[in-house]
């Protein structure tokens, strides 16, 4: 069964640091695209990081320098290391594979599936 | 403030057709393929559509999507109780290198 499980999530103070966790089942780390995908209380999806089966890592402007994507392939995790967090970056944050196909007709086509259940980050003093 | 654009909400009856739109640029709906994604309360974010119109197994046919330019949308058919949810989409966005989503509609069946 493909399954996604983050944990890591808490309350840490301005300035503080935290590493969320995203266990997979199923599949692996290593040969897909995984990201991580965070959605403040109330608020709408916001895009993070991705980091591709060859290593490559992207970052949203809003984390970048902040945070870093890595994997562990022998435990089969993601991983998201998060430091210098403000406020704005309190939010449930999900971890999802990236699936890729690719058609003649449109080219490649990309999207998350599936996701994880979350794990709430919570910023405050 | 979201990159691509959405109407915050939208509202049916039972059995009534209801139509969300998704507009964009050329850097991510007009040169990639949409995605739409449900989620319904408390739950985490599921496939819905993919590669502008596909849908995964176990998704009903009363869910369609479409792309036009660099404008999407997702039509549901004959709408139901349990489709009150918010819809989102989504592309990969080429001048960022970043995906980027809209920011939400909250359907409600009335």
């Known amino acids: 069964e493909v399954q996604l499980v983050e944990s890591g999530g808490g309350l840490v103070q301005p300035g503080g640091s935290l590493r969320l966790s995203c266990a997979v089942s199923g599949f692996s780390v290593s040969t897909n695209y995984m990201n991580w995908v965070r959605q403040a209380p109330g608020k709408g999806l916001e895009w993070v990081s991705l980091i591709y089966y060859d290593g490559d890592r992207f970052y949203a402007d809003s984390v970048k320098g902040r945070f870093t994507i890595s994997r562990d392939n022998s435990s089969n995790t993601l991983f998201l290391q998060m430091h210098s967090l403000r406020p704005e970056d309190t939010a449930v944050y999900y971890c999802?594979?990236?699936?890729?196909?690719?058609?003649?007709?449109?080219?490649?086509?990309?999207?998350?599936?599936?996701w994880g259940q979350g794990t709430l980050v919570t910023v405050s003093s | 403030q979201p990159v691509l654009t959405q109407p915050p909400s939208a509202s049916g009856t039972p059995g009534q057709r209801v139509s969300i739109s998704c507009s964009g640029s050329?850097?991510?709906?007009?040169?990639?393929?949409v995605t739409w994604y449900q989620q319904l309360p408390g739950t985490a974010p599921k496939l819905l559509i993919y590669?502008?119109?596909q849908r995964p197994s176990g998704v009903p046919d009363r869910f369609s999507g479409s792309k036009s330019g660099t404008s999407a949308s997702l039509a549901i058919s004959g709408l139901q109780p349990e489709d009150e949810a918010d819809y989102f989409c989504a592309a990969w966005d080429d001048s960022v290198d970043s995906w980027v989503f809209g920011g939400g509609t909250k359907l409600t069946v009335l």
């Open positions: 050329g850097s991510n709906i007009g040169s990639n393929t």
């Open positions: 590669s502008n119109h």
């Open positions: 999802a594979r990236e699936v890729t196909s690719y058609h003649e007709a449109s080219g490649y086509s990309n999207w998350f599936d599936p």
